[in-house]
């Protein structure tokens, strides 16, 4: 996976007033977990905020990314687990990461990239790819950037499944009945299947 790095400082208003005000200054609150716990068992969090513009090559990209988080001199691996945007406008609300532990597998979605020349193609089908990205659960540096998924043996009619696909390193989290790709059947491959068969 590609690093961003991203730079923070801490916030010390949580209040809904100050949110407000730190939007207005193109700021953008953040949240980032971690697996440590307080004396009442909670997750801890640490509030922080980043500014709008560091956040675009983050956000609008079908990248991953480790994302090298250093807020107020604190250094941390991290990765994003959700985007909160505006529903009307094209603002980031907020953002929530995960701090990573190298030891412990996290989950992410994968973009999917499929390879090669589906034989249903060939005979007149069409290539449907339903599922751009992948959920799958793995140390860190195991993730790739992207799955290849080789398709040159799907015939007409066939579909992938996620549970078809298989991956050393890595455990998939999708549901394993889920259809990844499929080739339907469309009316010139049914008129070549009729003068075959004529």
Known sequence: MKTFELKGTLRKDLGKKATREMRKQNLVPCVIYGSDKDENGNVTATHFQVTAPSLRKLIYTPDIH?????IDGQTCNAIMKEVQFHPVQEQILHIDFLKIDEEKPIVMEVPVVL???APGVQAG???HQQMRKLKLKAIYTAIPERLVINISTLGLGKSIKVGDLHYEGLEMVSPKQAVVCSVKTTRAAMANATEAAE
Do not use: I
């Open 66 to 70: 480790v994302v090298a988080l250093d």
């Open 115 to 117: 390879e090669g020349l």
């Open 125 to 127: 089908g069409k290539l």
